[in-house]
């Protein structure tokens, strides 16, 4: 079956997508909606599965282990104010008023909270899991010898036994919620697997770079410099081409047009 081109796919959105969304919220959804219509249609190779499970899982992982926390998550406003009056100094000198500066405490002690309830869960699960955990021969030649990624793996099959004892995935509102992160992994793995294969920065590149600016660089050894220039351009150059990418599925699928369309029905 021939694949229809973009323009010739009408994006819609549902009564419950649309609501409580303004103009650039319709626009978000639709272009996500576009960008997931684009990457369903290219086709993953085997070791692309692979990764792209691996890092769905790993985000399945995340959300059911913020589930299992959310009920006691809560940020203590005699803690905020302690915190507010301790650095007042520090909020004058950078003009941040006291609205902002409780923002920013709150969010503080929240991200604190959050990791040690995480890492308070995760431990219980350990400690509770069985005395031996399998690994195969693939998921060693996945990791490519990155420690990270193996624990990775294998506390993701702590967390895995843990999702299916208390059938998780089999409730009505975590099934949808995990189709919403699965889409979004889906997403952000194929912009990033266009970007890896169009960005590139040439070791010519970085020596230029570094001829004209070590005057500058002080102290910096030759390597770690290269290393920094070479991090800084592709950075660059990774959010300019994800950008373009972006904008030109938008551009193909008319997104603007589509968005005035439904903020003309209102």
């Known amino acids: 079956m021939a694949k229809k081109k973009a323009e010739d796919i009408k994006l819609t959105l549902t009564d419950e997508e649309r609501e409580g969304l303004d103009n650039e919220g319709v626009k978000r959804v639709l272009t996500n909606k576009a960008i997931l219509n684009v990457a369903k249609e290219y086709k993953f190779s085997d070791e692309e599965k692979e990764e792209f499970e691996y890092f769905f899982t790993n985000e399945k992982h995340k959300f059911f282990v913020a589930k299992l926390i959310e009920d006691k998550i809560s940020v203590n406003e005699n803690d905020v104010t302690k915190l507010y009056t301790d650095n007042k100094a520090n909020f004058d000198a950078q003009n941040i008023p006291f609205s902002q500066a409780r923002e920013i405490i709150q969010r503080d002690l929240l991200n604190q909270q959050v990791a040690m309830l995480e890492a308070e869960e995760l431990n219980k699960l350990i400690e509770g899991m069985e005395d031996k955990i399998e690994i195969t021969k693939k998921e060693v030649l996945f990791s490519k010898g990155d420690a990270e990624v193996l624990k990775t793996l294998i506390v993701g099959k702590v967390i895995s036994k843990k999702i299916a004892d208390d059938k998780f995935e ?21 912009l990033d697997l266009e970007v890896r294969k169009n960005v590139k920065v040439t070791q010519e590149e970085v020596a230029e770079i570094y001829e004209n600016e070590k005057a500058k660089l002080g102290n910096v050894t030759p390597n770690s410099a290269y290393q920094q ?32 369309e439904y903020a003309e029905a209102e």
Not at 170 to 190: A, S, T
């Open 170 to 190: 089999e409730q009505e509102q975590n099934k949808k919620d995990l189709e919403v992160i699965r889409d979004n992994v889906y997403i952000n793995y194929y």
């Open 229 to 260: 220039i070479a991090n800084s351009l592709l950075n660059n150059r990774a959010v300019e081409e994800r950008n373009n990418l972006i904008n030109k599925i938008i551009e193909d699928y008319k997104i603007d047009e589509v968005a005035k």
